[in-house]
């Protein structure tokens, strides 16, 4: 295991039944919260950007991670909310999850996407479903989607699969 991985495996907290019985939760915020793993984590993420000229963070952690890699790359970065939260118009894609459904949003005006090459981070590749309905609304908007960067990927989920083609990248597996 790299000093990065080990880093950020330290940090983690474990919480046991949580949503749901049965679930170990794995929970990011004292990585975050830790001026080192902090540092480690954006370095980590940022090497996964190199050739993107922007930085689409999903809600909510996303948004904390895609914001320290995009200033770490000199790039600008997008919020991808869940449905609901922009003002319209907006450019948005419903998707399942394993518990129901949801929706992502971004802007349809102010931001020029088009031709832009974009990389998607969340905390947790999980099934995919939320990176792929992710980068299926950036598409919409023009956007070329170059891949996904992920702290943590539960591989037993096999999320890859919902997200082919789209190269992934994860610091840890769990």
Known sequence: MSDTAALISRLTREVD???????QFKDLTPV??????LVVLTDALAEAAEGADLIAGVDARGFLLGAAVALRRGTGVLAVRKGGKLP????????D???GSATLEIPADGIELAGRNVLVIDDVLATGGTLAAAAQVLEQAGARVIGAAVVLELVALNGRAAIQP?????L???
Not at 17 to 23: E, K, Q
Not at 88 to 95: A, D, E, F, G, I
Not at 166 to 170: G, M, Q, R
């Open 97 to 99: 999850l394993e518990y």
């Open 17 to 23: 039944d949580f949503p749901s019985p049965g679930v």
């Open 32 to 37: 975050l919260a830790d001026p080192q793993g």
């Open 166 to 170: 789209l190269p992934v990248t994860s």
């Open 88 to 95: 319209p118009p907006v450019h948005t894609v419903s998707y």
């Open 172 to 174: 840890i597996t769990g």
